[in-house]
């Protein structure tokens, strides 16, 4: 897909990785709006790249299907959408006090999978009413996993499980869309420098990325957004879930 005069929606877009694509397609001439909720900075970041914010809820499905729709009127249509909401808790399928409780194991899966599945679906039905480039192309859905999803930690079991879903939709997902142009990818990124790990001391940083290949480090939020376009612009890029890690592999704690 060529990126000049294509619109965007960037889910998450006022912090971290998806801020990095925000600037990224901006950047890349690509009409981009955010989308994030109403405390975050997205009305002050909007406001400096003079683009549009929305604030939302993504765990209010509805509301956020309306507002996505309004968000992409407001465009003049949608061909790309980035999504990097998650969120996890530290919990063993059995804990001191008993079981994992599934009000909890439900609140991350809602979070991390279904709100990405929401998205998903929305931005799939604004996006096959655009007009299809010179190869049948109408959008590009990028979605966040993490390499958790195949090798979670200790205490890690709702995260890894909500964002083994999403690795585990994509294929399935491209398949459905593949009739009206549509691709649908994930990226699954290892520890990367973002407002979630800045309280993180120096020393615990070079012990959580010493088994990493290289670089042995934390990715940052511009490599994120270096991916992400890529899928966007290459086209035989579908279905599937690219790790970015540096070679990392979690060990069990």
């Known amino acids: 897909m060529k990126l000049q005069g294509k619109k965007a929606v960037v889910i998450g877009g006022a912090s971290g990785m998806a801020l990095a694509a925000v600037k990224l397609l901006h ?6 709006a955010i989308m994030d909720l109403p405390g975050s900075r997205g009305a002050e970041i909007g406001a400096e790249l003079d683009i549009p914010f929305k604030g939302c809820n993504i765990m209010d499905y509805a509301q956020m299907e309306a507002d996505m729709r309004e968000v992409a009127a407001e465009l003049g249509g949608l061909n790309i959408m980035v999504i990097t909401a ?14 994992h409780p599934m009000e909890d194991f439900t609140r991350v899966v809602n979070l991390s ?10 931005a799939a039905d604004i996006m ?12 590009v859905l990028v979605c966040t996993a993490s390499i958790a999803a195949f090798e979670g930690q200790i205490g890690q079991v709702a995260y890894a499980a909500a964002k083994a879903g999403v690795a585990g939709m994509m294929l399935p997902m491209a398949r459905d869309l593949g009739n009206v142009g549509v691709r649908a990818m994930a990226i699954a990124p290892s520890l990367f420098s973002t407002g979630a790990t800045q309280g993180i001391p120096e020393e615990m940083v070079g012990a959580l990325t010493r ?9 940052l939020p511009e490599e994120y957004a270096l991916l992400a376009r890529s899928i966007i612009e290459n086209p035989m890029l579908n279905g599937n879930c690219i790790r970015l890690d540096a070679g990392m592999r979690f060990a069990p704690k």
Do not use: H, Q, W, Y
């Open 211 to 219: 088994d990493s290949a290289f670089p042995k480090r934390m990715g």
């Open 128 to 139: 096959k009413d655009e007009e299809p480039d010179e190869g049948g192309e109408r959008g």
């Open 113 to 122: 999978l279904n709100a990405t599945f929401n998205a998903c679906r929305v």
């Open 86 to 99: 998650g969120g996890g808790i530290g919990m063993r399928t059995l804990t001191r006090n008993g079981p």
């Open 27 to 32: 950047s890349s001439g690509v009409k981009v």
